[in-house]
């Protein structure tokens, strides 16, 4: 039997939270979707696009009669929402996430958690360098990872429901420990942000401040498209990425840098069967991701 709600509050109506209340209302998992948002112009074209059955200004009113609210907002905002409105929700409901960095902030989650509510942390790996409802698919999470990171004081009631809504969604559910969650995504997703937003900076300084006279844009083919995609995505979420996954994520820059550096040795050296080894072993790696099933970006 499908997993059903009686009312779902989405927090934060975007690419991610849309979709999840598409396929919600679409599948009948639950009786009603309530959206909650900064913008009423994004809320209504929510409703529009069938993501949302309704909208609400306040916070407080849409949670009371909830039994499954989704935090689908930037992660630094999670500790001034839950203070906002936790008190307000009834003894069994649950609350869930869809944010790239856990750790830390799951354990903050849960302690501000009322007696008899559930915190049950949850991070779809799909999306897109476009964001906003408008972005959005009943299809999005198809076939991606979904990790949820319980801890010890999870409730296994509560962990099952929002297993089964995610695998409603398609979804290949993991589960994961929060801190573990960060250090691995750190390496496969945070860090090559890092890098793309890194390298469109860096050729802007180079457009602006060495060679204005060169059009760079004009020029760039598939590799630099490919290579900086993710570049497009939200500096808002991504600053709270950054910041919340920072010791992991400045580790791995260094590593990234150690690389950088030693091809750059190389090139200065003319070591030709040095550059050749060092780029034979990063095709090795990367084909390697072939056999692997893709998620999202």
Same mark, same amino acid.
């Not at 709600?5 to 989405?10: E, P």
């Given at each position: 039997m499908a997993i059903h709600? *009686?009312?779902?509050?989405?927090i +934060? /109506? +975007?690419l991610i939270g849309g979709s999840l209340g598409m396929i919600i209302r679409r599948q009948g998992l639950a009786d009603q979707v309530v959206g909650v948002g900064r913008r009423i112009e994004n809320l209504k074209t929510a409703v529009a696009l069938g993501a949302i059955d309704r909208y609400v200004a306040d916070p407080q009113e849409a949670v009371r009669k909830a039994d499954l609210v989704v935090l689908a907002t930037p992660v630094d905002t999670y500790a001034c929402h839950l203070q906002g409105w936790a008190h307000c929700l009834a003894p069994g409901s649950i609350v869930s996430d869809v944010g790239s960095v856990k750790g830390t902030l799951v354990e903050r989650s849960e302690s501000a958690m009322p007696s008899g509510v559930h915190f049950v942390g949850a991070h779809p790996i799909a999306g897109k360098e476009k964001t906003g409802v408008a972005a959005g @698919?009943?299809?999005l999470f198809k076939g991606a990872r979904c990790i949820l990171t319980p801890t010890k004081r999870t409730d296994s009631t509560a962990l099952a429901r929002v297993t089964q809504l995610w695998e409603e969604t398609g979804s290949i559910v993991l589960t994961m420990d929060p801190h573990v969650h960060d250090q691995i995504l750190g390496a /496969? @997703?945070?860090l090559p942000h /890092? %890098? %793309?937003f890194a390298l469109i900076n860096a050729l802007a300084d180079l457009r602006d401040q060495q060679v204005p006279s060169l059009d760079l844009a004009g020029h760039s083919g598939g590799g630099l498209r490919d290579t900086t995609r993710i570049a497009a995505s939200s500096p808002e979420m991504w600053r709270d990425i950054f910041l919340w996954n920072r010791d992991n994520v400045v580790s791995y820059i260094? *590593?990234?840098m150690k690389a950088l550096e030693e091809l750059k040795q190389l090139l200065k050296a003319g070591d030709a069967a040095g550059i050749e080894q060092s780029l034979e072993r990063a095709k090795g790696e990367r084909e390697k991701l072939n056999t692997v099933s893709p998620s999202h970006s």
């Open positions: 709600f *009686r009312q779902v509050v989405i +934060g /109506v +975007g @698919s009943d299809q /496969v @997703s945070h /890092v %890098a %793309a260094d *590593r990234y």
